[in-house]
């Protein structure tokens, strides 16, 4: 009896193990084959860990799209370009971008003669072919290309071209401004100043690609507080950067430099665009400015109110002259015109 439960429990046992489903023992397989190949995008590990703000919808109401010219000079863009060399887990923002590149996790892409970026894969850059081409000294291992913090030329990136969006949200009724691409320039033959240097820019990077990265990039934000309290993500979405606006997107597809031919006339031209952004914000939803008055009944045309107040000094004048006048006629040569109260008696 009991070698029969034993056999009985020994074939139940098999029925079990060979009656695994077949999709799962697929499944499973394709797994094991596919643990070495690039994730999808949405599911790498950084993009689940570090979420970043959502992507601008396509169908809203209202867009403008701005191109920016960064300075790493100045104080406010001083955080992407310090420190210049690695220090411990601290780089500068090119130095994470190439690595990035190098390592396969992020995309770039060549940039055009005509400043427009292109996202087709057909534009994008082959990194040793990318490497050649700027003269960046790197090392070949297993197919593996590695290059070391020192041939890395951060010092010579400088300058860096943005793409905003500012945007109508249509279903929150909310305005946004949002970064949708990152350009880097290289700064080359600099010897004698950085206005004798040839700007370089190097390719185009999707924003939404890097984002989920550069939310594990700590920068600083405050040179009276040094706690990096602050991601590059963090800098970007906060529009903490300061640039000069170079291009918008145009009919006829020019730059601002196309069509101001001084100095002067391209500040002007920035000037009034930045003040066509600020003016849609500000008067989206009919708002408009209320002037503080020490009363608030005191409302007057201006022009019909100074018109007015200058006939009514005239008059008063024209008036008090004409009683002087009489008085001092009527009184003694000798004595002064008496001064005349207008207060009101009581009784």
Known sequence: MKRTLVILIAVLTASVVTAQPSKRRTTTSNAAAQQGAPQAKGTDRASLMFP??????EDVAWRRDIYRQLDLTKDKNAPLYYPIQPIGKQCNLFTYLFRLLLSGRVNA??????????????DKVVVKDFLMRYSIYYEE???KVSVADADVPSEQVKRYYIKESSYLD??????????????????EGGEFGEDAATPQPLFWMKYDDVA???SKLPVMASDLNNVTNMTADDYFTMNRYEGKIYKTNNMQGKV????????SDMVKEQR???????????????HVELTDTLD????????????????KDTTTVSSTSRRTKSKSDSASEASPAPRVSARRQRR
Not at 296 to 311: A, I, L, Y
């Open 52 to 57: 970043t703000s959502d992507a601008m919808p």
């Open 109 to 122: 892409y060549d940039y055009k003669i005509t400043g427009n970026e292109s996202f087709d894969p057909k």
């Open 141 to 143: 291992n297993g197919g």
């Open 170 to 187: 249509q279903r929150t009724g909310t305005t946004h401004t949002k970064v949708q691409a990152i350009c880097p320039i290289l700064l």
């Open 212 to 214: 989920p990265y550069l």
């Open 256 to 263: 601002i430099a196309d069509y101001c031919k001084t100095d």
């Open 272 to 286: 009034r665009i930045e003040k066509q952004l600020t003016d849609f914000e500000d008067h989206l939803w009919g």
């Open 296 to 311: 608030s009944t005191q409302v007057e045309t201006p022009k019909t109110t100074k018109k007015s107040r200058q006939q």
